[in-house]
């Protein structure tokens, strides 16, 4: 079989018409950045913003063209609308632009549940991790401002952040990533009770106002829901892509399709699910159980339209070294849950790359 070329998805687009424009999206000059690695493809629809909201169909027409075609793994298409500045000013109404979020991370990627209670922080925390144990420089952002895990999970619970200069903050290390949370600016015991707008300021300081320096990769562990942080994220600092986590049973697949549905409509990618607490094998007679049921999120990714990333097994290793603040993917390296997570991560960096490389990539049209 010939491999998958540029050319290949191209001619696939050209067969997709704008449904308002009279045209396809590769004559129109609507395709841009696109990329195309191992069967993996990315790419970008280029819409006027007023637009943007009523466009999804045309999303999932183009990337059912390029699915179709042979040799494509994956696809992930975004709809871009870029607003223009206003005339006589490099930004609107003469106001300084905002000092970019971030500006130093290569990717930013968001892992999210529509519920809690199905394993979220423990899941990124290990995500994270595998991620460093490939070679790549780790952040993690614990965005969960009511209910921080990342320094119990990281084993520096009960640190305090410190500014040497009175205005940076600098991230806590542990296991070689990057950490930063408002657990480490309140006690642990200590509720947070704030509204809506004190939430979104206190996540954009723990972006803007934290010396993150270079980083391949900042994994943000968000809090459940759809709610003010999952909207300040999106809007505020490009992410790469998103992780979903899910357990099998159904009323946690209900609230993975909001979660699913919100990124979507704010034009982030979905890299993937994940199927957590998925098999519990007795440790002392080995028999396998399905305590939340099982397959669940892999039959609901399929419905999406999104990619299954893997499952994850309900194991009381994971919860001890978790609670101990050593997780298993730095306890038990080379055991199977070390791996398993290792191989979700390997699977995620891969489809990010591939985005990253999507959003450099020029605008392709025929004159």
């Not at 309140?186 to 004190?198: F, N, T």
Request: with cysteine; charged share 20%; proline share 7%.
């Amino acid at each position: 079989m010939a491999q998958l070329s540029d050319k290949d998805v191209i001619a696939a687009l050209s067969k997709v018409a704008d449904p308002d424009r009279g045209g396809d999206l590769i004559s129109l000059g609507m395709i841009s950045g696109l990329a195309v690695k191992d069967g993996h493809v990315a790419f970008a629809i280029e819409v006027d913003p007023e637009r943007g909201p009523k466009l999804e169909p045309l999303r999932k027409a183009a990337e059912k063209a390029v699915h179709d075609l042979p040799g494509v793994i994956t696809v992930s298409a975004v709809l871009t609308a870029e607003k223009k500045a206003a005339q006589g000013h490099g930004h609107a109404h003469g106001k300084p632009p905002e000092t970019p979020l971030l500006p130093g991370v290569k990717a930013i990627i968001a892992v999210s549940s529509g519920k809690g209670g199905v394993g979220k922080s423990t899941t990124a925390t290990n995500l994270a991790l595998a991620f460093k144990s490939m070679g790549l420089t780790v952040g993690m952002l614990d965005a969960d401002v009511f209910g921080p895990s990342q320094p119990r999970l990281l084993g520096v619970s009960g640190v305090q952040a410190v500014s040497p200069d009175g205005n940076i903050l600098e991230p806590v290390e542990a296991y070689g990533i990057k950490v930063m949370s408002i657990g480490f600016l309140v006690p642990e015991d200590s509720p947070v009770v704030w509204r809506g707008p004190m939430v979104m300021g206190a996540l954009e300081q723990l972006m803007r106002d934290v010396n993150w320096g270079k980083l391949d990769v900042l994994v943000v562990d968000m809090p459940p829901g759809t709610g003010d942080t999952q909207l300040t994220m999106t809007q505020k600092v490009p992410l790469t892509g998103a992780v979903i986590v899910s357990t099998p049973q159904d009323i946690a697949l209900l609230d993975t399709r909001k979660g699913l549905n919100m990124f979507r409509k704010v034009n982030v990618p979905v890299l993937g699910i994940i199927e957590n607490m998925s098999t519990y094998h007795c440790p002392n007679c080995g028999h396998e159980a399905h305590i939340f049921g099982h397959g669940g999120a892999k039959i609901e990714a399929t419905k999406m339209s999104a990619d299954f990333l893997g499952e994850l097994p309900l194991d009381i290793d994971i919860r001890t070294t978790s609670d101990e603040g050593k997780p298993i993917v730095v306890s038990q390296p080379d055991g199977p849950h070390a791996k398993a997570y290792q191989a979700i991560a390997a699977k995620v960096w891969e489809k990010a790359e591939v985005l990253l490389a999507a959003k450099k990539g020029p605008k392709i049209s025929f004159s």
